[in-house]
């Protein structure tokens, strides 16, 4: 069974960049990094740039581009919907919106009791 639950989505504004850079540089992903020199920030690259690892999770397709999490982050968030957003700024050093004056952000969002049991996620 399917869940209808979307641990990931992307506001109007993310899903023109992210085909803003798809058309720009061909196929890409996310990866949302857990800190470091670009803090906690979805981090955007052609496919291929970055290489996952087999821990790392699939959370979703954001207009064509995968969006992963590593496991230590996930646990972290698991009880949450990520919203990937877009707002003024420098993008992540490494990141395809790096230079374009804008940058994409994590906003997120508890699940609801429902949605962690859809999830076969414990409420929390």
């Not at 990094?33 to 906690?40: A, E």
């Not at 397709?61 to 700024?89: C, K, R, S």
Request: negative net charge.
């Amino acid at each position: 069974m399917k869940t209808a639950v979307a641990r990931v989505i992307a506001t109007g504004p993310a899903l023109e960049m992210i085909a803003e850079l798809r058309h720009r540089h061909g196929p890409i992903m996310f990866f949302q990094s857990g800190g470091c020199c670009d803090g906690s920030t979805p981090m955007c690259y052609q496919a291929g740039e970055f290489n996952l690892s087999d821990t790392d999770v699939y959370l979703g397709n954001l207009n064509g581009a995968p969006f992963y999490i590593g496991l230590e982050q996930y646990g972290y968030w698991e009880h949450t919907q990520l919203i990937i957003d877009v707002v003024q700024g420098n993008g992540g050093m490494f990141s395809l919106d790096n230079g374009t004056g804008r940058r994409f952000l994590t906003r997120s969002r508890l699940f609801t009791d429902e949605e962690c049991r859809e999830l076969g996620l414990s409420s929390l």
